[in-house]
């Protein structure tokens, strides 16, 4: 969602210097080649790397397609979207706080922003921890009304995607932060261990243990991002901090 606004920021910016071009002098052009250069900047990495996040969920099942079922690639499909409702959450989340804590950075310094995202981390995770185990508990009881008899065994993945989305959920402070810092490149670097640890390991556990094994690489990817996200933000952090 982040990464789509900012690439629309830039088509936007270049359409309209197109059709003022004509009217603006030579110095009003360049101003808006580097609006268009710091939006592009700002937002590749995110972009490359909500690709390498498309890769190491929804191509990773298209892979997989040839080592399981039909039924069992239905049923992990089924489960981490029903548990995958969470997302609406964390995009309301980061819509919500990235601003904030932009302009905070922006007033206030880096200080500030570190302080501000161990608050977000210590506050939200108890609540998202409640919200986590509720939804996990209604969809793996509702799994096979919502989705039939034919699904029911696959219910038991609803509790290793909850495991998912928890783990998403944590790397949320952190991934406004580096935001908020410009730090972007972060994401691709992030989701492309997600991308290698879901697809090598993915593969081994799925050959060996079909759609149990999928889902415990799934989750352990996303572990893995989230332990990248938060060390990269506190690391980030030092540096600004010894750079003052």
Known sequence: VLSSSYLLGIFATFLFEFIKHSKKEEHSYLNKKKVINKHWKFAKWTVVGNLLYWACTQGFFILIANYISDKELGGLRTAMNLLGLITILLVLFENTFT??????????????VNRYIHSLHS????????????????????????????????????????????????????????????????????????TVVTIFIGLFLTIKFHELGSAVAIAFSGICITVYFRRSFNKEISKASLSK
Do not use: C
Request: proline share 3%.
């Open 99 to 112: 601003p904030k804590i932009s302009k905070l950075y922006k007033d206030e310094g880096v200080d500030s």
């Open 123 to 194: 506050k939200i995770t108890p609540i998202y921890l409640i919200i986590i185990i509720v939804v996990t508990i209604i969809s793996y009881f509702s799994f096979d009304i919502v989705f039939g008899k034919n699904f029911e065994q696959y219910k038991y993945l609803t509790m290793i995607f909850g495991v998912y989305q928890l783990a998403l959920g944590l790397n949320r402070p952190s991934v406004v932060g580096l935001r908020a810092l410009n730090k972007t490149k972060h994401f691709f670097t992030g989701n492309f261990i997600g």
